[in-house]
């Protein structure tokens, strides 16, 4: 059963990671895929010729998602190619970690604009197309550390704990128009952002799951896969976290 046949979804921050792996299960359940990242290299390219030999239609943006004026753009070309847009995923992130007496001004600013403004930007541009056609499904990704905060990632916590209000007022304002808007919250998962930890932090953060294990990228992309089908039709509004029950 695929569970998004016919439907098109926008990816930011897809060419790797958490995004990638969306995109693919997204595609694997009937989507049509446009996805973003800052610039076009191989895992672009290599994802895009992925997602094409899937039998769906994929097309890769080099856009950034921390500007307006490009975000509005990109969607704009996205529907013109695709004629419609039925779901946006909100992906985007980079990490800039540092204890807050170290904090540079630029590490704050860059991750609050790729994180959090990035967000505000892409649901932006995107909701006059979701409003004429009267429906509509966001998805977020925030973390855990939004929901708790964490030592050396003030900037990161702060962006991902600002998704979530912006989440929750977006599916008060846009409920009537049948336009759905919800959060992921990933604990401990898998990805190149967290390869750079040390085997003491790594164990560290193990602990404190009760599930005893890290989650991994197809953990996180089958709780958007339910979320943006209509199973979840009558979801809006909330965070789903996806930790091993890290966060309860």
Known sequence: MKLLENKT?????????????????????????AFTDLKEDENAKEVEIMLNTMGVKAKFYASNAASLSESEQTVKQVMDDFQTLDILV????ITRDNL????????WDSVINVNLKSVFNLTKAVQPFMLKQRSGCIINISSVVGLEGNAGQANYSASKAGILGFTKSVARELGSRNIRCNAIAPGFIETEMTHVLN??????????????????????ANTAVYI???????ITGQVISCDGGMHM
Do not use: C
């Open 100 to 107: 807050l007496l170290r904090m540079s001004e630029s590490d």
């Open 90 to 93: 909100n992906n985007a992130g």
């Open 199 to 220: 085997p003491e932090m790594r164990e560290a953060w193990l602990k404190t799951i009760p599930l005893r294990r890290a989650g991994n990228a197809t953990d996180v």
């Open 9 to 33: 979804a926008l990816i930011t921050g897809a060419s790797r990671g958490i995004g990638k792996e969306i995109a693919r299960l997204f595609a694997q359940h009937g989507a049509n895929i």
């Open 228 to 234: 943006a089908s209509d199973l979840a039709g009558y």
